[in-house]
């Protein structure tokens, strides 16, 4: 017999379990001890009850399939791992991991490896005995990316053939394993055998940011969750955190071993005019370097947050993001109000949790007055139930000439009635969500467990019904029924 749940009960069920099973999986790039002055991070500032995961980066690869370390003198010499991993002592849930590859190791070696039968077992090998050397609870993987910058075709199945021989050796010793993927589509299906890494990977970060950056010859968004008005030509419309997030799934990824990656930072563009400010607006490169990170392009949000009262901020609603504008620089970043709405995505949608890109770039010393770490503790607060991701209701506004944002109405409300219809058969043919065939307002939750969806049955409130673009309750003259 199959009992219905009421959604109140179900949403009591699932905010006590939420602090307990999502996951914020945070990672930390260990060169940030080299940065000057108030941008220094070393192990001591990471506060161990802020995230679920801590993923120490990086390590990388040798052409024989070793695993090596990329600073032995941090690393090593000054004990960076062992501190890192003694974080486990002021909090004994945390889980302390390591991550191998990352941007700028390409992928060239990994592809190499992996491809050899010999040399891919001796990575396998190497990659459990690095784990119980060094003391760690897990092991990343970032290889950025198979079949891409340097790989080779064959890579897409050798890499499924990686994780199938490390999954034994971990589960024989309690290891997690993880990995780090693209967002793009192109990417994904180029690289990722969507269903083999979801067997054998304890979770997936999904890299939901940099979907924009200088290397456009326009200004956009680093991580929007929706497209925008502009995204209109050249598969556009995918570059945004909502459309990656769907389209694993779709490839095969349970919604439960994702984490929505969100990043503590922005993408920087040099205005060709500072007249042309908006979103589209040409530009003639990377934004000038910020004064912790000196990247050109590329500002951490405690560098972008210190300077906003010299800045014009607009809340992008369409994109559910903000920009901000001085001169001929322009930013595109994620803040608090934006980190909420993402966070309460990750409820909405039945995500595993969120992946934090990085640790050290969060405002960690508390100079925005928005306490330390506002960005991941927003991510804490909401996942944990303490406060909800309502959107922004007075966002900056714009001087004349920018689309002025309005201010959002509050998400309409899902319940359930007294005596919803039994679902049609037939109404699941995949994980995730699914609208009433015959009554807008009804909807489903499909999961597939061993071969046989279970059905979770909803209807939104009164007045509202469900979107199937956006997946949540709307207001009824926003819907196409």
């Not at 769907?246 to 993408?267: C, D, E, F, H, V």
């Not at 359930?416 to 609208?435: I, S, Y």
Request: glycine content about 10%; proline content about 6%; overall charge negative.
């Amino acid at each position: 017999m199959r009992f219905w749940l009421n959604l109140a009960a179900l949403l009591v069920l699932v905010a006590a379990q939420a602090q307990a099973e999502l996951r914020i999986v945070c990672y930390w790039g260990s060169w940030s001890i080299y940065r000057p002055g108030d941008g220094i991070f070393d192990v001591e500032d990471i506060d161990p009850n802020l995230c679920t995961h801590i993923v120490y980066t990086f390590v990388g690869i040798d052409t024989q399939g070793g695993v090596v370390l990329l600073d032995t003198w941090n690393d090593i010499d000054l004990g960076a791992i062992k501190r890192f991993n003694a974080l486990r002592e002021k909090n004994p849930a945390l889980k302390t991991m390591v991550a191998i590859g990352g941007w700028n190791e390409g992928s060239e070696k990994y592809s190499q490896v992996v491809n050899n039968d010999a040399t891919r077992a001796k990575f396998v090998d190497n990659i459990v005995n690095f784990v119980k050397k060094y003391d760690f609870d897990g092991f990343d993987i970032d290889w950025e990316y198979p079949t891409q910058r340097g790989g080779s075709y064959g890579d897409r199945d050798a890499y499924s053939k990686l994780l199938s021989e490390l999954r034994p050796k971990f589960d024989e010793n309690g290891f997690l394993l993880s990995a780090a993927v693209s967002a793009g589509v192109e990417n994904i299906d180029a690289a990722y055998d969507v269903p083999q890494l979801a067997k054998n990977l304890d979770f997936i970060n999904v890299m939901t940011y940099d979907l924009h950056g200088d290397w456009d010859s326009a200004t956009g968004e680093n991580a929007p969750l929706y497209p925008g008005n502009e995204d209109i030509e050249n598969g556009e419309n995918t570059l945004n955190v909502d459309y990656a997030i769907r389209y694993w799934i779709q490839k095969g990824a349970p919604a439960s071993k994702l984490n929505l990656g969100m990043g503590t930072y922005g993408r920087s563009f040099t205005l060709q005019s500072s007249s042309n400010h908006g979103i589209g607006a040409p530009s003639t490169g990377p934004g000038e370097g910020g004064p912790y990170t000196e990247e050109a392009g590329d500002l951490g949000y405690n560098e972008i947050c210190i300077n906003l009262d010299q800045w014009t901020v607009v809340w992008n609603d369409k994109q559910k993001v903000p920009y901000a504008y001085k001169g001929n620089q322009w930013v595109g970043y994620d803040n608090v109000e934006s980190f909420k709405i993402k966070s309460q995505y990750i409820l909405d949608h039945g995500i595993g949790g969120a992946m934090v890109w990085s640790i050290d770039t969060d405002d960690y010393r508390g100079k925005c007055n928005q306490g330390k770490y506002p960005l991941i503790n927003t991510i804490k607060s909401v996942l944990s139930g303490q406060s909800s991701g309502t959107e922004p209701s007075n966002p900056t506004e714009p001087p004349t000439g920018d689309t002025k944002p309005t201010d959002p109405p509050t998400k309409p409300s899902t319940t359930t009635t007294t005596t919803l219809p039994p679902p049609p058969l037939g109404v699941c043919t995949k994980d995730g969500f699914v609208r009433d065939p015959n009554n807008c307002q009804i909807f489903y939750y499909c999961q597939n467990v061993n071969g046989q969806y279970t059905i979770s049955q909803y209807s939104c409130a009164d007045g509202t019904l469900f979107d199937t673009t956006i997946n949540a309750c709307n207001y009824a003259d926003a819907v196409q029924c």
